[in-house]
């Protein structure tokens, strides 16, 4: 079994900033691939940013420049800094991770998510 627990949503102003975080735990051998991703209900989940274990990093266009991601190889886990917020940021923000587990299969694993709201 292979969890993966989001953390560090909240209320924030416009122009604020949030720091999320994200663990993934279990039955891990290793993970490439980490993912934020957000969703605001009745829209498609969308890319907000991406990293591989090798620290390579892709970014949706209307981040670029304002989020940051990281991750701690060690820690299983990965960091979206998210600075300039703006309004229609407001989502429920997901977390994955490509996961290569012990029993040698891959899967993609999912975070419950964290309100992420941003006030004007």
């Known amino acids: 079994q292979v969890q993966v627990v989001e953390s560090g949503g909240g209320l924030v102003q416009a122009g604020g900033s949030l720091r999320l975080s994200c663990a993934a735990s279990?039955?891990?051998?290793?993970?490439?691939?980490m993912g934020w991703y957000r969703q605001d209900p009745g829209k498609q989940r969308e890319l907000v940013a991406s990293?591989?274990?090798?620290?390579?990093?892709n970014y949706a266009d209307s981040v670029k420049g304002r989020f940051t991601i990281s991750r701690d190889n060690a820690k299983n886990t990965v960091y979206l800094q998210m600075n300039g917020l703006k309004p229609e940021e407001t989502a429920v923000y997901y977390c994955?991770?490509?996961?290569?587990?012990?029993?040698?299969?891959?899967?993609?694993?999912w975070g419950q998510g964290t309100q992420v709201t941003v006030s004007s």
């Open positions: 279990g039955s891990i051998y290793s993970i490439n691939v």
């Open positions: 990293i591989t274990s090798g620290g390579t990093t």
């Open positions: 994955n991770a490509d996961v290569l587990r012990l029993d040698g299969r891959t899967y993609r694993y």
